[in-house]
């Protein structure tokens, strides 16, 4: 596997971190994951806008951002996967410290940029049947809005999902679900999408953008509005959303069935959709 690291191509097994890059040290940075249709990468325009907002709150400075899309591209044609369903993950920490210490100087840091491609399997019969789901408190910090690399809480509540037989654990907050472990989470109601609004609490997902532009063409009423747990009942149906993960129905939530427990109607216009907007 052919690999990107601080400025250059190399076999993974080349790659030499420092133990005392602060990613390693402290999860002192950010990470981005864009999915490749067709050799082509998919909204590689907000995947930039979003690194770069990260890096601008987390205070990293030095990354040529605008070079990503070809060390991205490079990548996937390397690596062989022009004709495959395959993702780019991209990481940047704030590089190297001499001794551990939270604080940082920003002038002697140069960012550690790491990057890789990969093929996978497209979980094309959970995207047809739709997946299990489990409830979970949000304990997470509350700039969810940053794609952090610190992300135990995450981490340990999809483990528990999956050690219940679930996909995902659907955070909630307050009484209000934000989202999934590595999903945005959005249901109908009343005929109506919901999902939560932008801000602090939750990613502003790239997936859940393209779905709320698919609601606006498709005449789908829908909302940027709080859906409290308690409300999950009445929900006729319920998705998660991701870059890989693309519009997957959760057709149990715990115990419960949401609505018939099959795809519902809306679920499937929008996977239909999506199909024609990553050109399938
Ligand atoms: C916590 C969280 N929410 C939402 C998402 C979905 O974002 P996107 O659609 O940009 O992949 C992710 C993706 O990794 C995530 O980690």
């Not at 981490?155 to 050690?163: I, P, S």
């Not at 009343?190 to 498709?218: A, F, Q, W």
């Amino acid at each position: 596997m052919i690999v990107y690291f601080n400025g250059r191509f190399m076999p993974k097994e080349e790659v030499k971190i420092s133990p005392d890059d602060r990613g390693f040290l402290f999860a002192d940075g950010t990470y981005e994951v864009i999915r490749s249709y067709n050799g082509k990468l998919f909204r590689m325009e907000d995947h930039k806008i979003r690194i770069s907002r990260s890096l601008e709150q987390i205070r990293i400075s030095g990354v040529n951002v605008g070079s990503l899309e070809s060390i991205a591209d490079k990548l996937i044609k390397e690596n062989h996967l022009e004709d495959k369903d395959a993702s780019v993950y991209i990481q940047v920490t704030r590089g190297v410290a001499g001794i551990r210490s939270h604080a940082f100087s920003a002038e002697n840091m140069s960012p550690t940029v790491y990057a890789y491609a990969h093929g996978f399997q497209i979980p094309a019969e959970k995207w047809a049947k739709g997946v299990k789901a489990v409830i979970m408190p949000d304990i997470r910090w509350s700039r969810c809005d940053i794609k952090g690399l610190g992300l135990q809480a995450n981490v340990l509540a999809n483990q528990q999902a999956k050690e219940s037989g679930a996909e995902e654990a659907i955070f909630v907050r307050n009484g209000v679900v934000t989202e999934g472990s590595h999903t945005n989470f959005c249901a109908v109601l009343n005929g109506e999408l919901l999902t939560h609004p932008d801000g602090n609490y939750i990613l502003p997902g790239i997936t859940r953008t393209v779905v709320l532009s698919l609601c606006k063409k498709l005449n789908i009423p829908h909302r940027e509005y709080p859906i409290f747990e308690s409300q999950l009942n009445d929900a006729e149906e319920c998705m998660i959303l991701g870059t890989t993960t693309e519009i997957m129905p959760v057709v149990q939530i715990n115990d419960r069935k949401v609505g018939t427990g099959k795809p519902g109607p809306v679920t499937v216009k929008l996977q239909q959709a999506f199909q024609e907007v990553v050109g399938n």
